[in-house]
């Protein structure tokens, strides 16, 4: 069965670096997704992205942040310049094309900023 | 998007049924149901989505009463493997587009 991966497993990067973390949705997906999920609370939604461009994004999708789709393949999310508390997994997720409505969620990228 | 409520935790034991209930009073007319399992370390999963009555699937079966204020995830015989924390959605399911919210979920213990 089709899978998201994601690229790296663990980051650690110091605070004030650059991080881009890296997402290989399922091939026909059309729609995708961050999400991250601070150690022991919840799933949050940061950004979604359609067509090359984000549909919607949260609070926490501030200047920091910026999505790309360099490729027809990979889906990248960057923080230009880390913060103590970015440190979380961060989970690229999918969804086929019309018709269907599970989101497909990676294995995530477990981000340390020390 | 509708507020959902489920317990924080349930303990159970291998090949016993599991009933998670979630409550969901303002759930709006067009709101699907949709349940998500979370294993640690890893991404959410799809387990099932529901309008009203009975969904089954293969992993699990979705029971939602006549006035959708309230669902339930039954997991029949459970596993050490079923231990995750499930959690219960509520929002347009049709297209399926939209973001989703996760509350803090139900973290199921099962143990032999």
């Known amino acids: 069965e089709p899978e998201v991966t994601q690229t790296p497993s663990h980051q650690v990067t110091q605070m004030g670096q650059e991080v881009i973390l890296r997402c290989v949705p399922i091939?026909?997906?059309?729609?995708f997704y961050w999400y991250r999920q601070i150690l022991g609370q919840k799933v949050e939604f940061l950004v979604s992205?359609?067509?090359?461009?984000?549909?919607?994004k949260s609070e926490i999708f501030d200047d920091q942040f910026s999505v790309e789709r360099p490729d027809g393949s990979n889906f990248t999310l960057k923080i230009r310049s880390t913060k103590l508390e970015d440190s979380a997994m961060y989970f690229c997720?999918?969804?086929?094309?019309?018709?269907?409505?599970?989101?497909?969620f990676g294995p995530g990228t477990r981000l340390t900023v020390t | 998007l509708a507020k959902t409520t489920q317990p924080i935790s349930m303990d159970s034991y291998e090949g016993q049924e599991v009933n998670i209930t979630c409550s969901h009073n303002?759930?709006?007319?067009?709101?699907?149901i949709t349940w998500y399992q979370q294993f640690p370390s890893q991404g959410p999963r799809f387990i099932i989505q529901g309008y009203k009555t009975k969904v089954t699937n293969e992993v699990a079966s979705l029971f939602i009463p006549a006035d959708r204020k309230s669902s339930t995830l039954s997991l029949p015989r459970v596993s050490l493997s079923d231990t995750a924390v499930y959690y219960c959605?509520?929002?347009?399911?049709?297209?399926?587009?939209?973001?989703?919210?996760f509350g803090t979920g139900t973290r199921l213990l099962v143990s032999p």
């Open positions: 091939s026909n997906h059309l729609y």
């Open positions: 303002n759930i709006a007319t067009n709101d699907y």
């Open positions: 997720a999918s969804i086929p094309p019309a018709g269907r409505y599970e989101q497909y």
């Open positions: 959605l509520v929002g347009d399911g049709i297209t399926g587009f939209q973001k989703l919210v």
């Open positions: 992205f359609y067509n090359n461009e984000i549909s919607e």
